[in-house]
């Protein structure tokens, strides 16, 4: 079992920045794929970014390379997700997960979910 508690969200205006954080308890969290997804009022959530389980290796969202990066602490049980030059369109819950599969399954079913920490895009 995997527990994720998401932090970090809150209110940035637009090009500003923010670093989310996912901490994890459970022993087996170094050995899972750590994921980001979010999702937008009246829309689908959506894959973000995913870290494999050294860190060695990330996937993105084709929209969202170069403004966004993932990386993991697996000694803090952590997975970072640094968010720059932000807009309102990135407005939404942002959720981590952990996954036995690898960083290229960006679908829903990742097996643990966090609960979500809503960041909020606005002058």
């Known amino acids: 079992q995997v527990q994720l508690v998401e932090s970090g969200g809150g209110l940035v205006q637009p090009g500003g920045s923010l670093r989310l954080t996912c901490a994890a308890s459970?022993?087996?969290?170094?050995?899972?794929?750590v994921g980001w997804f979010r999702q937008a009022p009246g829309k689908e959530r959506e894959f973000v970014a995913a870290?494999?389980?050294?860190?060695?290796?990330?996937n993105y969202a084709d929209r969202l390379k170069g403004r966004f990066t993932i990386s993991r602490d697996n000694a803090k049980n952590t997975v970072y997700l640094q968010m720059n030059s932000l807009n309102t369109e990135d407005t939404a819950v942002y959720y981590c997960?952990?996954?036995?599969?690898?960083?290229?399954?960006?679908?829903?079913?990742?097996?643990?979910w966090g609960q979500g920490t809503q960041v909020t895009v606005s002058s």
């Open positions: 459970g022993r087996t969290f170094s050995a899972y794929t």
């Open positions: 997960a952990a996954d036995s599969r690898g960083i290229w399954y960006t679908g829903p079913s990742y097996n643990y």
């Open positions: 870290i494999s389980w050294r860190g060695v290796s990330t």
